[in-house]
Nanobody, 125 residues
């Protein structure tokens, strides 16, 4: 099983990025894929999750209305569309998969089994 993130980068405040997470080793149609981030000196926090089994999505309050999570099942890839980025969004962004699906607190890192290596997102003011 492998999760590989890509699509991070550096943008100015107000800009957009769309990192992706490609999964190998299982089909993602009945799993949850989550995005987390960790800024320097801070704990890892949940950003957004998609439950591909029932189509539900979840967002941290800080990103609601600006970030959108989606999945392309055929490509085994999840995306995080990030708009109106702020300097405080600077962090390493990780994707994670819950496989098999069992639920829990979707935005808690402890309920995920597999993790990617992370992709850096830097937002300048």
């Amino acid at each position: 099983v492998q999760l590989v993130e890509s699509g991070g980068g550096s943008v100015q405040a107000g800009g957009s990025l769309r990192p992706s997470c490609t999964v190998s080793g299982f089909i993602i149609d009945d799993n949850a894929i989550g995005w987390f981030r960790q800024a320097p000196g801070k704990e890892r926090e949940g950003v957004s999750v998609t439950n591909n089994n029932d189509g539900s999505t979840y967002y941290a309050d800080a990103v609601k209305g600006r970030f959108t999570i989606s999945s392309d099942i055929a490509k085994r890839t999840a995306y995080l569309e990030m708009n109106s980025l702020k300097p405080e969004n600077t962090a390493v962004y990780y994707c994670a998969a819950q496989h098999p699906l069992f639920g829990g607190n979707w935005l808690a890192s402890g309920v995920y089994d597999y993790w990617g290596q992370g992709t850096q997102v830097s937002v300048s003011s």
